[in-house]
């Protein structure tokens, strides 16, 4: 891998702005090759964005132009990867009524996203369920367990009741043994979604040990991958350190949550590492230079430990800083601060695949603002930095597509000689 990325980095130097050749996005499945992720046999680096709101919004027809909007305006500016939920379980506009219970309007409505990044080439990574309240979270699915007699303490039961967990693997395989009502493909043989998260940002207050989120993924993980063997599989994790690493642990904001970014990272069944990155929400005290300190350490160590430690890829899942509490340039700072540290890793053949930040909205989504949003149209200098991003990583891409067709050259010029030598040979004897 050393070798690779400093023939990679010679060729960044001096054809910075070439371009060698094509791979479509939406080809085949996304792979992983050790630190990297794989998609028609060259390295697939991940420029995108979150979107919670995609489904809930494309329920209603007369709401789905903003879902192709966003999808188009993220293609336009080199975006090739969205995040978004497949979940939403009781309550206003449910996916799930109740256990085993689905509304096919919401399903048609994941449906069209999912058609619709098909049709604009991006991937997708879809989450199953959410740690917290909004759109149900675990607190639904353990007072589905409570309504039915269960005796329930905490909503951290969700990760160790029976009875939730079976209600939570029926939603799995429901999601994953759809049939697209627009495509006509089952979900797990839909090339298009690029990785399931088993939920967003899973929290065990109750139990800081780890032992009990490490017994719940690696059981999840293993019936995910039991439906569908197509699909990468990431856990959500936010990248807090702990038990395992207790010297890194001074990486981590104040607070532990029960998860351990090593050892969960580990499980087998877990294909590649997330990261998510708001110094804003967890240092709300500190200044924008000790906030950039922060992040610096952050994503660099984690880096290091998914390429020397865990040899698999690292997305930085979620990023940002909100407008609410500061402003643009602080904001394009943290952004290009995620950015360059992801062009480092990926330009040298290294763990960092790409990020995601947080959140991209279409135009008219006024009441979805949350100081986060980005939205293309309004072309703010946030839009620039984000394109400039794709454009980097786009580069290393065909630069390594570049290398692999001169190895192929060379192979095959090295065949030819070959059987140019041996012919000739056979020539020279018959004489």
Same mark, same amino acid.
């Not at 909004?134 to 990760?159: E, L, P, T």
């Not at 395989?173 to 399931?196: C, F, Q």
């Given at each position: 891998?050393?070798?690779?990325?400093?023939?990679?980095?010679? !060729?960044?130097?001096?054809?910075?702005?070439?371009?060698?050749?094509?791979?479509?996005?939406?080809?085949g499945f996304v792979k992983t090759k050790g630190v990297q992720l794989m998609l028609n046999g060259s390295p697939?680096?991940?420029?995108?964005?979150?979107?919670?709101w995609f489904m809930y919004m494309a329920a209603d027809p007369s709401q789905r132009s903003k879902v192709s909007?966003?999808?188009?305006?993220?293609?336009?500016?080199?975006?090739?990867?969205?995040?978004?939920?497949?979940? %939403?379980?009781?309550?206003?506009?449910? +996916?799930?009524?109740?256990?085993?219970?689905?509304?096919?309007?919401?399903? /048609?409505?994941?449906?069209? &996203?999912?058609?619709?990044?098909?049709?604009?080439?991006?991937?997708?990574?879809?989450?199953?369920?959410?740690?917290?309240?909004?759109?149900?979270?675990?607190? /639904?699915?353990?007072?589905?367990?409570?309504?039915?007699? /269960?005796?329930?303490?905490?909503?951290?039961?969700?990760?160790?009741?029976?009875?939730?967990?079976?209600?939570?693997?029926?939603?799995?395989?429901? &999601?994953?043994?759809?049939?697209?009502?627009?495509?006509?493909?089952?979900?797990?043989?839909?090339?298009?979604?690029?990785?399931?998260?088993?939920?967003?940002?899973?929290?065990?207050?109750?139990?800081?040990?780890? #032992?009990?989120?490490?017994?719940? $993924?690696?059981?999840? =993980?293993?019936? &995910?991958?039991? $439906?569908?063997?197509?699909?990468?599989?990431?856990?959500?994790?936010?990248?807090?350190?702990?038990?395992?690493? %207790?010297?890194?642990?001074?990486?981590? *904001?104040? @607070?532990?949550?029960?998860?351990?970014? $090593?050892?969960?990272?580990?499980? =087998?069944?877990?294909?590649?590492?997330? &990261?998510?990155?708001? *110094?804003?929400?967890? +240092?709300?005290?500190?200044?924008?230079?000790?906030?950039? =300190? !922060?992040?610096?350490?952050?994503?660099?160590?984690?880096?290091?430990?998914?390429?020397?430690?865990?040899?698999?890829?690292? +997305?930085?899942?979620?990023?940002?800083?909100?407008?609410?509490?500061?402003? *643009?340039?602080? #904001?394009?700072? +943290?952004?290009?601060?995620?950015?360059?540290?992801?062009?480092?890793?990926?330009?040298?053949?290294?763990? =960092?695949?790409?990020?995601?930040?947080? /959140?991209?909205?279409?135009?008219?989504?006024?009441? @979805?603002?949350?100081?986060?949003?980005?939205?293309? %149209?309004?072309?703010?200098? $946030?839009?620039?930095?984000?394109?400039?991003?794709?454009?980097?990583?786009?580069?290393?891409?065909?630069?390594?597509?570049?290398?692999?067709?001169?190895?192929?050259?060379?192979?095959?010029?090295?065949?030819?000689?070959?059987?140019?030598?041996?012919?000739?040979?056979?020539?020279?004897?018959?004489?």
């Amino acid at each position: 891998m050393k070798h690779w990325g400093l023939i990679l980095f010679g !060729f960044l130097l001096f054809q910075e702005r070439r371009i060698f050749l094509h791979v479509k996005a939406d080809d085949g499945f996304v792979k992983t090759k050790g630190v990297q992720l794989m998609l028609n046999g060259s390295p697939f680096y991940a420029n995108g964005f979150n979107a919670y709101w995609f489904m809930y919004m494309a329920a209603d027809p007369s709401q789905r132009s903003k879902v192709s909007t966003a999808f188009q305006e993220a293609k336009q500016h080199g975006l090739n990867i969205a995040r978004t939920w497949a979940f %939403s379980d009781g309550g206003d506009r449910p +996916l799930q009524y109740s256990p085993g219970s689905y509304n096919e309007q919401m399903f /048609q409505g994941l449906d069209f &996203v999912v058609s619709e990044a098909k049709r604009n080439g991006i991937k997708l990574v879809l989450s199953f369920v959410n740690n917290y309240d909004q759109f149900g979270g675990k607190k /639904q699915y353990v007072n589905w367990a409570r309504n039915q007699g /269960q005796s329930i303490g905490s909503d951290d039961d969700f990760f160790t009741n029976s009875v939730v967990k079976e209600y939570y693997k029926n939603h799995i395989k429901t &999601v994953l043994t759809r049939h697209n009502s627009l495509i006509g493909v089952a979900y797990k043989d839909e090339p298009t979604i690029m990785a399931w998260e088993l939920m967003n940002e899973p929290r065990c207050y109750t139990d800081p040990s780890g #032992r009990t989120m490490q017994a719940w $993924i690696t059981e999840m =993980a293993s019936h &995910v991958k039991s $439906i569908d063997g197509n699909h990468l599989l990431e856990a959500g994790l936010e990248g807090f350190y702990g038990p395992s690493s %207790s010297q890194k642990q001074q990486y981590n *904001p104040n @607070f532990q949550v029960g998860t351990d970014f $090593i050892a969960n990272n580990q499980i =087998a069944g877990i294909d590649f590492a997330t &990261v998510h990155s708001y *110094p804003d929400q967890w +240092l709300q005290s500190s200044s924008d230079e000790s906030q950039i =300190a !922060f992040l610096n350490n952050w994503l660099n160590s984690h880096i290091q430990d998914a390429q020397n430690i865990l040899q698999k890829p690292l +997305l930085f899942a979620e990023f940002g800083k909100s407008l609410k509490i500061s402003g *643009p340039n602080q #904001r394009d700072e +943290l952004f290009n601060t995620v950015y360059t540290a992801i062009y480092s890793s990926a330009g040298g053949g290294g763990a =960092a695949i790409g990020g995601l930040f947080w /959140q991209l909205l279409a135009d008219g989504m006024d009441s @979805f603002r949350d100081g986060y949003e980005v939205i293309m %149209s309004e072309g703010t200098s $946030i839009v620039n930095i984000i394109t400039q991003e794709s454009e980097k990583l786009n580069r290393i891409r065909k630069m390594y597509a570049r290398l692999k067709n001169i190895e192929k050259l060379k192979k095959a010029r090295d065949i030819r000689r070959a059987q140019w030598r041996a012919g000739n040979g056979a020539s020279n004897t018959g004489n």
